[in-house]
T-cell receptor
Framework: NAGVMQNPRHLVRRRGQEARLRCSPMKGHSHVYWYRQLPEEGLKFMVY????????ESGMPKERFSAEFPKEGPSILRIQQVVRGDSAAYFCASSQWGYYGYTFGSGTRLTVV | GENVEQHPSTLSVQEGDSAVIKCTYSDSASNYFPWYKQELGKRPQLIID?????GEKKDQRIAVTLNKTAKHFSLHITETQPEDSAVYFC???????????FGTGTSLTVIP
């Protein structure tokens, strides 16, 4: 089992560009969560998805951010028109239905220049 | 919503000593409390967790205690080793499938 796979590991974008972050959950996991970690801070919840459904997006900024988890393929976190304040590590986690625990991916470190 | 506070933010101990990190939570409905270890530039990794129907759980040198009445839980690391140096995060969750509310982290340094 390859674990939770995130790519790219590092992403550099200029202000105003779009960033697309991908997450493939562990085999058998149907729940995907996205968290953001600012430098030297804790992890902040962004969104919780199941296949083709957004279950909880209470942590997502209202503008420029969107997430999806299609029937086929990885979950995508999309940030449009990136700004310097979007620079952070974005972690994806997955879990099985009915289980409490998460497994985190290695993260995507987004740098906006 | 839930609010998780974690103390201390930094902790230095001599190798072989014990380390204790404490967290408090606000929502009495929270019933699952994991602890994650994050080494520099790496993913958070689950090291131990506890459910609200249990007061203490131990795994080798690591233990977690939970006081539901006081709404606090603690991580205890005994016989610390340099490889225990990392940032530790506590978290609280209400149910399966719910988001985790994380503390702000404790940077632990074990001095050889």
């Amino acid at each position: 089992n390859a674990g939770v796979m995130q790519n790219p590991r590092h992403l550099v974008r200029r202000r105003g560009q779009e960033a697309r972050l991908r997450c493939s959950p562990m085999k058998g996991h149907s729940h995907v969560y996205w968290y953001r970690q600012l430098p030297e801070e804790g992890l902040k919840f962004m969104v919780y998805l199941q296949k083709e459904n957004i279950i909880d997006e209470s942590g997502m900024p209202k503008e420029r951010f969107s997430a999806e988890f299609p029937k086929e393929g990885p979950s995508i976190l999309r940030i449009q028109q990136v700004v310097r304040g979007d620079s952070a590590a974005y972690f994806c986690a997955s879990s099985q239905w009915g289980y409490y625990g998460y497994t985190f991916g290695s993260g995507t470190r987004l740098t906006v220049v | 919503g839930e609010n998780v506070e974690q103390h201390p933010s930094t902790l230095s101990v001599q190798e072989g000593d014990s380390a204790v990190i404490k967290c408090t939570y606000s929502d009495s409905a929270s019933n699952y409390f994991p602890w994650y270890k994050q080494e520099l530039g790496k993913r958070p990794q689950l090291i131990i967790d506890i459910r609200s129907n249990v007061g203490e759980k131990k795994d080798q040198r690591i233990a977690v205690t939970l006081n539901k009445t006081a709404k606090h839980f603690s991580l205890h690391i005994t016989e610390t080793q340099p490889e225990d140096s990392a940032v530790y995060f506590c978290a609280a969750s209400k149910d399966t499938g719910n988001q985790f509310y994380f503390g702000t982290g404790t940077s632990l340094t074990v001095i050889p």
